[in-house]
């Protein structure tokens, strides 16, 4: 039995267990909300930007809304919605595409969600429909493909034939990768592109392209331009299975610098790999957190990368971290 000043202080024990148990789950309803719509699963490099996301997110007590979006715009700005709908204090997404995305990103800004921009850019009128953009500059990345070309090929005699493999069609790493080639050689007339189609960023892509401009054009490629690793990692199964040697009868070059590409340098089957980070995750969380507080962050933060030659592969093989 309990008088009535035991049930007071049962009540008053009570009253504050309730506001320690209020605390803990406002504390827990203070996490950041992050939407991130990813674009797809197509690479390897694809696969390790996904893991550095949510290993980051983990870690930055960050509670991570994910979606992958198969390559398809339409799915990115479902999932987009989606997270509008939910309310989630930041947007995240790495476009697949660089156009068609100002009404989804005018939706977010009416309902104040900011958005942060990660891996790709996009194309608007408006600026203001995004806060930050976190990535590689695939524009450079596509120039230091063309410098080492240059530096390969000095004192050569031309012509000097190129099959270029495309990466998704309107992305901006195929967009970038593609006019930074051209901006290096376009006052050298000896480099010619010969062929130039998508693969889509896949292996299957970049084998089966790599197959249909081997039977038109044989031996008359001297050069394959793969705007990924996995799709020159396609190319040279068609290379090999047309009795040809990738890395000496065909030079090829590639983007990304995953495991697979270095592996294939190592192997003496590509000849350089321009490296494009995957590893986001950290960036992107520190940001969002910044952004969701109210902090100004600067509108554009550049990925530091360089290039590796098939030479200083398996010096550098070990450190890889994807
Ligand atoms: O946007 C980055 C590109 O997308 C990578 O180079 C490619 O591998 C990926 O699929």
């Known amino acids: 039995m309990m008088?009535?000043?035991?049930?007071?202080?049962?009540?008053?024990?009570?009253?504050?267990?309730?506001v320690m148990l209020c605390s803990t789950f406002s504390h827990a309803a203070d996490k950041l909300v992050l939407g991130f719509a990813q674009v797809g699963a197509e690479s390897e490099w694809r696969t390790a930007n996904t893991e550095s996301i949510k290993s980051s997110a983990k870690e930055a007590g960050v509670d991570l809304k994910f979606s992958d979006a198969q390559q398809k715009q339409e799915n990115q700005i479902k999932a987009i919605r989606s997270y509008i709908a939910q309310k989630v204090d930041v947007i995240a997404f790495s476009p697949v595409v660089e156009s068609g995305w100002e009404p989804v990103l005018r939706e977010a800004k009416a309902a104040k969600i900011p958005v942060i921009l990660t891996d790709r850019a996009i194309k608007v009128s408006d600026d203001s429909l995004y806060t930050a953009f976190i990535g590689s500059d695939f524009l450079e990345e596509g120039r230091r493909g063309g410098r080492w070309l240059e530096d390969h090929y000095k004192g050569a005699q031309g012509p000097i034939n190129i099959a270029e493999l495309q990466g998704t069609v309107g992305s901006a790493p195929a967009i970038d990768r593609h006019n930074g080639l051209i901006e290096v050689i376009k006052s050298d007339d000896r480099f010619k592109i010969?062929?130039?189609?998508?693969?889509d960023f896949t292996r299957a892509g970049g084998k089966q392209v790599m197959e249909a401009m081997l039977k038109s054009y044989g031996k008359q490629i001297q050069v394959v331009y793969s705007h990924n690793d996995d799709m020159a990692i396609g190319a040279i199964q068609a290379i090999e299975e047309a009795g040809l040697k990738p890395g000496k009868d065909i030079v090829i070059v590639s983007f990304d610098a995953t495991k697979g590409g270095f592996q294939a340098m190592m192997a003496g089957k590509m000849n350089v790999s321009v490296e494009c980070s995957p590893l986001l995750g950290p960036q992107l969380m520190e940001t969002a957190k910044l952004v969701a507080a109210g902090k100004s962050?600067?509108?554009?933060?550049?990925?530091?990368?360089?290039?590796?030659?098939?030479?200083?592969?398996?010096?550098?093989?070990?450190?890889?971290?994807?």
Do not use: C, D, H, W
């Not at 010969?194 to 693969?199: D, E, K, T």
């Not at 962050?297 to 994807?322: D, H, L, N």
């Open 297 to 322: 962050v600067p509108k554009r933060i550049v990925t530091k990368e360089t290039v590796f030659p098939m030479e200083t592969a398996a010096a550098a093989f070990p450190s890889r971290k994807y």
């Open 194 to 199: 010969i062929a130039s189609q998508s693969g």
């Open 3 to 18: 008088n009535k000043s035991g049930t007071r202080v049962l009540a008053t024990l009570m009253v504050a267990a309730g």
